[in-house]
């Protein structure tokens, strides 16, 4: 990739438009199509993408957004670390406003507790050897994109031998996710954009299974518009020819064996868990890691007392159907009324990958259903 203009190109854009018109009269029918990626679901709502494709194709919002899929159970026990004397909490940005059953992060930092924001795993590791007198807790989330730094950070605490630093592991895998909504009987689904961020990590080879077992075809894609737009027409051609195979549109970047060095890092720290709770999914089994054994003195579900209570989301807010793909933003009844980005309810309108934050910065209440099949030209800006 030379220039990022090269996949923002006008024409290209409008050649696929056309080509991806053409395979959905083939088709013929109503085609439902997840990305899973929440940063897919952010780039198709800047550049317009759903408003370019034909009417009988649907994009369906997947549950990839590590912040959203935190259930509130999680966040309170990450506020509960931080109010324990001479702690210091580290998080990412998109964390702090998540809303908890009482309160936030940043509220409860507002409050007393010494909670900072951190860019990296790297800068929490920092912060303990800055304070040899606090203990400092890197609250770790992520799916597999995350996981590395959180790993290769515990690995060089351990040869620095930094004895006041932990991690609050709720690192989450995406395959048991996209198995739970395959499984789920209210989203009946003919397509998948594969996640690019995890990809990198993980490799294509993973999602085997959703072509052999399910008979669903997937295309990983990248980011930008041109990559969304050829990842569709993909998909497409799969179906007009009747194959469900895993490909690659994001071949600059994933491997089809993942990163190796990554995964080893992340399997020599972590063990999958028995089971993780995941807003909106409940409980899934073998679908988030913990700290290994090994490495239990970096694990802060260990060195402190924590709730570790179940806590049902707030009643108006409809994320978790969101996040299972079964509703859009615009149809829970609090969307950008009582639940903005300012005033957040749930998960999905906090964080930067969330589909609510999408849906409110981009489209508002416009994004309401098609009464028209008549679809505008394609224009790409930056």
């Known amino acids: 990739m030379k220039y990022v203009d090269e996949f923002r190109e006008p024409e290209k854009a409008e050649a696929l438009r056309q080509e991806i018109a053409k395979l959905s009269q083939q088709i013929n029918k109503h085609i439902k199509i997840m990305e899973v990626c929440g940063g897919h679901t952010h780039?198709?709502?800047?550049?317009?993408?759903?408003e370019i494709l034909p009417a009988n194709i649907e994009l369906i919002h997947g549950p990839g957004c590590p912040v959203c899929v935190m259930p509130k159970g999680r966040l309170d026990d990450?506020?509960?670390?931080?109010?324990?004397?001479?702690?210091?909490?580290?998080?990412?940005?998109?964390?702090m406003r998540v809303p908890g059953s009482q309160t936030s992060l940043l509220q409860a930092k507002a409050q007393g507790a010494d909670i900072r924001m951190v860019y990296s795993p790297l800068d929490s590791l920092q912060i303990a050897k800055n304070h040899p007198d606090k203990q400092v807790v890197f609250f770790a989330l992520g799916f597999e994109t995350t996981a590395p730094s959180t790993a290769f950070t515990i690995l060089q605490a351990e040869v620095e031998n930094i004895t006041n630093f932990s991690m609050f592991c709720n690192h989450v895998l995406v395959i048991p996710a996209l198995q739970a909504l395959l499984n789920n009987p209210e989203l009946q689904l003919d397509g998948f954009i594969g996640p690019g961020h995890v990809s990198m990590v993980i490799g294509t080879d993973p999602y085997e299974f959703i072509a052999q077992q399910y008979h669903k075809p997937i295309v990983v894609s990248g980011f930008e518009p041109l990559d969304i737009l050829q990842s569709i027409w993909m998909l497409l051609q799969q179906l007009v020819e009747n194959r469900c195979e895993v490909e690659n549109q994001y071949n600059r970047l994933v491997q089809k064996a993942g990163n190796q060095i990554a995964l080893e890092?992340?399997?020599?720290?972590?063990?999958?868990?028995?089971?993780?709770?995941?807003?909106?999914?409940?409980?899934?089994?073998n679908s988030g890691f913990r700290i290994r054994d090994e490495y239990a003195q970096f694990d802060a579900e260990l060195k402190?007392?924590?709730?570790?209570?179940?806590?049902?989301?707030?009643?108006?807010?409809?994320?978790?159907?969101?996040?299972k793909g079964v509703l859009k933003p615009w149809q829970c009844k609090v969307f950008g009324t009582a639940c903005t980005p300012e005033t957040p309810i749930g998960t999905c309108m906090v964080s930067s990958e969330g589909a609510c934050a999408a849906y409110y910065k981009y489209g508002r209440f416009s994004?309401?259903?098609?009464?028209?099949?008549e679809k505008p030209k394609v224009t790409i800006s930056s």
């Open 304 to 323: 402190f007392t924590i709730p570790n209570c179940k806590v049902a989301d707030h009643k108006a807010c409809q994320c978790g159907e969101i996040l």
């Open 43 to 50: 780039s198709i709502f800047k550049y317009g993408i759903e």
């Open 78 to 95: 990450a506020i509960a670390i931080s109010q324990h004397p001479n702690v210091i909490l580290a998080t990412f940005g998109d964390t």
């Open 367 to 373: 994004k309401m259903p098609k009464q028209t099949t």
């Open 265 to 285: 890092a992340i399997n020599k720290v972590f063990a999958v868990r028995d089971k993780f709770a995941w807003r909106g999914l409940d409980e899934i089994p």
